[in-house]
């Protein structure tokens, strides 16, 4: 009776646990979810690093352009996913 006491505690600790995942949000090909915080803002072709973004709730994911294989940012012109080369002209040479 002890045996299918743990047991029973230990299903149900793990059933708790893992319905308090984190949250996620479903991103496009070439990003992925990600949860800052205090929220972050993504790289983007003015500012190509992780940098502060605005004051937020912390429990709400974001979608960042994928860092790997290959390197990209936000062209916040169009909101894509590009290779930093594929920035506009001079934009990331102002840093």
């Known amino acids: 009776m002890k045996y299918f006491f743990v047991v029973l505690c230990a299903l149900v600790a793990v059933a708790a646990v ?3 995942g984190f ?6 090909p070439g990003e992925h979810s990600v949860l800052y915080c205090p929220r972050k803002a993504e790289p983007n072709c003015e500012t190509p ?3 502060d973004g605005p004051p937020g709730a912390c429990d709400i994911p ?3 352009c994928d860092r790997a294989p290959k390197v990209t940012v936000r062209d ?3 909101g894509k996913c590009v290779e930093p080369s594929q920035c506009p002209q001079n934009v990331l040479e102002k840093n």
């Not at 949250?23 to 496009?28: A, E, F, G, H, L």
């Open 18 to 20: 893992h319905g308090q």
């Open 23 to 28: 949250p996620t949000r479903k991103c496009p």
């Open 49 to 51: 690093s992780v940098h």
């Open 62 to 64: 974001d979608c960042f």
């Open 76 to 78: 916040l012109r169009t």
